[in-house]
Antibody
Framework: EVQVVQSGGGLVQPGGSLRLSCATS????????MNWVRRAPGKGLEWVAN????????YYVDAVKGRFTISRDNARTSVYLQLNSLRAEDTAIYYC??????WGQGTLVTVSS | QSLLTQPPSASATPGQRVTISCSGS????????VSWFQHLPGTAPRLLFS???QRPSGVPDRFSGSKSDTSASLAISGLQSEDEADYYC???????????FGGGTKLTVL
């Protein structure tokens, strides 16, 4: 059974940092691209970043370039999203998704003073 | 402003068929498969259909998708009350090197 379990998130002040984690099981992790997608309050889904199977290709949405970093550990079958220089507009539920075909339950990030 | 254009809302009565459209461009829908997602806030988004891999196991065959040139559509037949949710189209954009989503369509089952 495919499982995607997210952790991290919480309340952080503007300019602060957080690290989101996504632990997976039930499939061959090293064979899949992994993605992070978010949904801000009252808004639609927005893709944030992805990383290829061996971590050699990484892409970001323009709004987070230079502030967020995606990484993966194939030995731990996990993917991570480091969020730095957070802004109020980064407030959202963040979802981890395997190849956009299987999604985690999401973790809430709130940026507020 | 989303690069993929969807109607903001749609509605139909139980048992009816509803279609949701998604319009893009040559760099996204015109070049790559389109995926459709169902999302109820507070839950994990669910892949319903992809124009290359089709329908994942467990998704009822009431959900089907198609693509032509730079447009795509999702059809839901035999509408049920539990289909009331937000629906999104998405695909990879070759120019942006990014996934792009439509703005979402809120489906109401009357």
């Amino acid at each position: 059974e495919v499982q995607v379990v997210q952790s991290g998130g919480g309340l952080v002040q503007p300019g602060g940092s957080l690290r989101l984690s996504c632990a997976t099981s039930g499939f061959t992790f090293s064979n899949y691209w992994m993605n992070w997608v978010r949904r801000a309050p009252g808004k639609g889904l927005e893709w944030v970043a992805n990383i290829n199977e061996d971590g050699s290709k990484i892409y970001y949405v323009d709004a987070v370039k230079g502030r967020f970093t995606i990484s993966r550990d194939n030995a731990r079958t996990s993917v991570y999203l480091q969020l730095n220089s957070l802004r109020a507009e980064d407030t959202a539920i963040y979802y981890c998704a395997r190849a956009m075909d299987f999604w985690g339950q999401g973790t809430l990030v709130t940026v507020s003073s | 402003q989303s690069l993929l254009t969807q109607p903001p809302s749609a509605s139909a009565t139980p048992g009816q068929r509803v279609t949701i459209s998604c319009s893009g461009s040559r760099s996204n829908i015109g070049a790559n498969p389109v995926s459709w997602f169902q999302h109820l806030p507070g839950t994990a988004p669910r892949l319903l259909f992809s124009t290359n891999n089709q329908r994942p196991s467990g998704v009822p065959d009431r959900f089907s998708g198609s693509k032509s040139d730079t447009s795509a559509s999702l059809a839901i037949s035999g509408l049920q009350s539990e289909d009331e949710a937000d629906y999104y189209c998405a695909t990879w954009d070759n120019g942006l090197h990014a996934w792009v989503f439509g703005g979402g369509t809120k489906l109401t089952v009357l």
